[in-house]
């Protein structure tokens, strides 16, 4: 009888794709839990013990956040360091920051931000990516946009430019008036500094291009 190759042996192959389907069950299974440990959302005892999460609590507003380059990792990366005043305050509880948060989720959501802007990959190229606005150095205390709103921190200043963007235009590409409260300004603002606290792996990549972002303060 003459031998019969291997490769030709639908034993072979069954057996083969058997394992194969098995390994990569096992693998998916295990980057799924992976993944989700990566992903869930820190707490304050975290943020108070300083330990590091990809994403931090909720009352990460309560610290300032910086982005700064990693030799060891090759991309910039998000630092939290000491308290800092949001809004007027440093003791936003976990409670409250998290109301302000999904307020200002639900704040994106409805006003179609990312019909224009980008969001953690998603969205639209029009205006300006969102990922690490809160970090962009025109919003800082000698920046543009801070100077042209004429408030006295960050955060008033973004919230006074969503309330009335078409008093500030920034270039050709004027952001419309959408109707934004106070109320939603401030919880649209906090939902953009919690999001640039995230680890995204350097995402977006070009943005430690812009002056002044890398090792902001």
Not at 8 to 13: G, L
Not at 101 to 111: A, C, F, I, R, T
Not at 130 to 135: E, P
Not at 169 to 175: E, G, I, K, Q, S
Request: hydrophobic letters at 40%; charged letters at 20%; aromatic letters at 10%.
């Amino acid at each position: 009888m003459a031998k019969t190759s291997v490769w030709s042996d639908n034993r072979f192959w069954q057996r083969s794709a058997a394992w194969i389907t098995g390994f990569s069950a096992v693998l998916l299974i295990w980057l799924t839990f992976d993944t989700a440990g990566q992903i869930s959302m820190g707490t304050d005892a975290d943020l108070q013990n300083g330990v590091t999460k990809r994403v931090p609590g909720p009352t990460v507003i309560n610290y300032k956040i910086s982005y700064e380059m990693s030799t060891a990792r090759g991309h910039e990366v998000p630092v939290i360091g000491e308290k800092e005043k949001f809004f007027g305050r440093d003791d936003w509880s976990e409670e409250e920051a998290g109301a302000l948060l999904h307020l200002g989720k639900l704040g994106s959501q409805v006003k179609n931000c990312m019909n224009c802007h980008t969001l953690l990959g998603n969205g639209a190229y029009y205006a300006p990516d969102l990922t690490k606005a809160w970090l962009d150095p025109a919003w800082q205390n000698d920046g543009t946009m801070q100077a042209m709103t004429g408030k006295d921190t960050k955060e008033e200043a973004m919230a006074e430019f969503l309330q009335h963007p078409s008093t500030y235009p920034t270039h050709a590409r004027m952001m419309p008036d959408l109707g934004i409260t106070a109320e939603e300004a401030k919880g649209i603002v906090a939902f953009l500094k919690h999001m640039s606290s995230i680890d995204t792996n350097g995402f977006p990549r070009n943005f430690g291009k812009i002056k002044g972002a890398v090792h902001g303060k």
